[in-house]
Structure formats: structure tokens, C-alpha cells
């Protein structure tokens, strides 16, 4: 994998990298999985995850040079072995893309300065990114997960579901 450092703001240093490169790929995906799982999943419209299916992603944190690797199954995602050719590679700085997470950096301007780079299918980049845009999930905005903001999304679903 020929993951390069980023010239963001705030990076992470370059020692602590080369550890992060050394740690088994597969853990840290299955945790990235099951927050996407919890927190976009279900918030994602059926023609997104039917063009999901079966598609083979990767998130790749340049300064931290680590990978996430995983595949959709329609309705969940799923955390998998790295492929040589993913369908779809998103890849930037740790620091951008908690910057894009709060919505306080725009992925086009990311884009076109080349801190936010995809590789592969770019129609599916192109669908992942609007979906992404149009989700209305604040997701590391830390009001959004105070034991008080999850309870009363909790409630509000089970009232939704006569339960």
C-alpha cells in the first residue's frame, strides 16, 4: 500500500504512522464498519445501498497510513480483506476528514485542492458523495452523542415503531 503524508493543518506525526502501518488492517475496519453500521447505515436511500452491493470500498488515512476495507451487502456493511483493486478508494489526511465528519470543510474544495482524492468507479464516488451530503447526521459533533441526544433518538425510533 503506498500511502503518502498529507500537507494538512494538523497531521499525524509521522512516527506515530509508521506505528499505525504496522497494526493488522482488519480490526480497525470492523470498528469503522460498526460505526457506519450505527450511525449512516439506515439513513442511507435503497438505490445507494443497491449500488453498494457487493462494491468493495476503501478509506485510506494518508498521514496515518492505515486502510479500511469493506463491502456492502445492501443493507449493512460489512469489514473485509484488503483487495489489490478496490471498486472505490477514498483516501485524505485524518485531519480532513474529521473536517468533512463535522461538515465543516466541503468535499469539492477538498477535491479540487487534491486533499481528498478517489480512485476507481468514480460514478460510485460521485453517488457515495451526494448520499454522504445529503445525510442530515451531525456524526462527530460530540452534542449529537451525549447520553441525553442518543436516549431521546432511541425513544423517538421506538415511539416510530410502535414499540
Known sequence: MNITASSSPLAVPAPLGSLLSRLPAYPGSLLLVTAINFMLARQLPDDVKALLKGRQL???????????????DGERFTASAPKPDPDLVVSASAWDFVQLAQRKQDPDTLFF?????MQGDT?????????????ELPVLD??????????????????QHGE
Open 58 to 72: 476503501s478509506i485510506r488515512v494518508t498521514d496515518a497510513r492505515v486502510a479500511f476495507d469493506f463491502v456492502c
Open 123 to 135: 460514478e460510485l464516488g460521485l453517488v457515495v458523495k451526494n448520499a454522504l451530503d445529503a445525510l
Open 113 to 117: 485542492s487534491r486533499r481528498l482524492v
Open 142 to 159: 460530540p452534542m449529537h452523542w451525549t447520553p441525553r441526544a442518543v436516549l431521546a433518538r432511541w425513544s423517538a425510533g421506538k415511539r
